[in-house]
């Protein structure tokens, strides 16, 4: 039922009419439109869905979706065996594997990781594009 959910929220943003095409195209962000931030990770949360029943999750965490007035982690589930996007407000617990086990700061948290894993890329890419020009001045 959250996978629906998640994919419905999904569909709706990407049928919306995008506002300053221009705008899009230099990566500003538009209100009322999702930034997918990617988050890798393995996580174990406890979740409490729609009823009010909790369950633990084990996560391989993809990304993380900010939207207009949730925020949803998203990734695959590996007891269910599937992507699934879980409403951050909803999760009681998060456990990162060999980590911190929190149940306060879950999206600030989420968030910094984020943040930092975008970092580390944009390192990796420099590290390698500097590494192939010196391949190029060396041949």
Same mark, same amino acid.
């Given at each position: 039922?959250? &996978?629906? !959910?998640?994919?419905? /929220?999904?569909?709706?943003?990407?049928?919306?009419?995008?506002?300053?095409?221009?705008?899009? !195209?230099?990566?500003?962000?538009?209100?009322?439109?999702?930034?997918?931030?990617?988050?890798?990770?393995?996580?174990? /949360?406890?979740?409490?869905d729609s009823r009010?029943?909790?369950?633990?999750?084990? %996560?391989? &965490? @993809?990304?993380? #979706? %900010?939207?207009? $007035? @949730?925020?949803?982690?998203?990734?695959?589930?590996?007891?269910?065996?599937?992507? #699934? $996007?879980?409403?951050?407000?909803? /999760?009681?617990?998060?456990?990162?594997?060999?980590?911190?086990?929190?149940?306060?700061? /879950? %999206?600030?948290?989420?968030?910094? #990781? !984020?943040? !930092?894993?975008?970092?580390?890329r944009a390192e990796?890419?420099?590290?390698?594009?500097?590494?192939?020009?010196? @391949?190029?001045? &060396?041949?």
């Open positions: 039922m959250n &996978a629906n !959910a998640f994919f419905n /929220i999904l569909h709706e943003a990407a049928a919306a009419p995008s506002v300053g095409g221009k705008g899009a !195209a230099r990566g500003e962000h538009k209100p009322g439109a999702w930034q997918i931030l990617p988050l890798e990770g393995r996580f174990e /949360i406890v979740y409490e009010g029943l909790w369950s633990t999750r084990v %996560l391989d &965490a @993809r990304e993380l #979706r %900010l939207g207009p $007035g @949730r925020t949803l982690l998203g990734g695959i589930d590996r007891a269910r065996g599937g992507y #699934r $996007g879980f409403r951050v407000d909803r /999760i009681r617990r998060l456990t990162e594997e060999a980590g911190p086990r929190m149940k306060a700061g /879950i %999206l600030d948290w989420l968030l910094t #990781r !984020a943040s !930092a894993q975008k970092r580390e990796r890419m420099r590290s390698l594009a500097c590494r192939d020009r010196s @391949r190029k001045h &060396a041949a």
